[in-house]
Nanobody, 115 residues
Framework: QVQLVESGGGLVQAGGSLRLSCVAS????????MGWYRQAPGKERELVAD???????NYADSVKGRFTISRGNAKNTVFLQMNSLKPEDTAVYYC?????????WGQGTQVTVSS
């Protein structure tokens, strides 16, 4: 079992920045992928970015060049640095941890970007 605790959401003006953090605790596997998804009202949950335990990253086209995902030194933490935020980035952001066998979600953190 893996527990995910997110932090760092909030309200920011367009053009501003936020940094999300997620810490995984419990029976974490050596080979895993951690990432961030988001869900806006009335829309489906979508991938924002993810990063493997080996450091390979993947980004949604809509955030490339603005968002950066990274791992902490302990490898059980993932960060999402969000710059040049736009109102369309407003959503609940969910941390995700997955292996070949399991898939875990955090509770979500609200990010609101005002115009």
């Amino acid at each position: 079992q893996v527990q995910l605790v997110e932090s760092g959401g909030g309200l920011v003006q367009a053009g501003g920045s936020l940094r999300l953090s997620c810490v995984a605790s419990g029976s974490a596997a050596s080979f895993n992928t951690m990432g961030w998804y988001r869900q806006a009202p009335g829309k489906e949950r979508e991938l924002v970015a993810d990063i493997t335990s080996g450091g390979s990253t993947n980004y949604a086209d809509s955030v490339k060049g603005r968002f950066t995902i990274s791992r902490g030194n302990a490898k059980n933490t993932v960060f999402l640095q969000m710059n040049s935020l736009k109102p369309e980035d407003t959503a609940v952001y969910y941390c995700n941890y997955r292996t070949a066998r399991y898939n875990y979600w955090g509770q979500g953190t609200q990010v609101t970007v005002s115009s």
